[in-house]
């Protein structure tokens, strides 16, 4: 059983940066994976960061976003910067027993925040 609660979304210009926080609880977090993804309008959602085990990040975002985590406090962090109008989405944070790119590898999601970043 694994919770998950993320936080931080907006509405932002071009350019600007946001913080998303994903606050896990009801595992030990230090032994699961996170991931972050996102789900623009009429799109598929799409993988964005992954920590644990190794890093990684979406060629779309790559130079502009990093990853990090607290295991300390239980919780994940997207930094985000120079934000374009296409990074907007519903951002939604996710837990895994290991790393990947897949939506499908993930057990644990959570309810989403909404990042709007206008021109």
């Known amino acids: 059983q694994v919770q998950l609660v993320e936080s931080g979304g907006g509405l932002v210009q071009a350019g600007g940066s946001l913080r998303l926080s994903c606050a896990a609880s009801?595992?030990?977090?230090?032994?699961?994976?996170m991931g972050w993804f996102r789900q623009a309008p009429g799109k598929e959602r799409e993988f964005v960061a992954t920590?644990?085990?190794?890093?990684r990040y979406a060629d779309s975002v790559k130079g502009r976003v990093t990853i990090s985590r607290d295991n300390a406090k239980n919780t994940v962090f997207l930094q985000m910067n120079s934000l374009k109008p296409e990074d907007t989405a519903v951002y939604y944070c996710?837990?895994?027993?290991?790393?990947?790119?897949?939506?499908?590898?993930?057990?644990?999601w959570g309810q989403g925040t909404q990042v709007t970043v206008s021109s």
């Open positions: 009801g595992r030990t977090f230090s032994n699961m994976a």
């Open positions: 920590i644990g085990g190794y890093i």
């Open positions: 996710a837990a895994s027993q290991g790393p990947g790119i897949r939506a499908t590898t993930y057990d644990y």
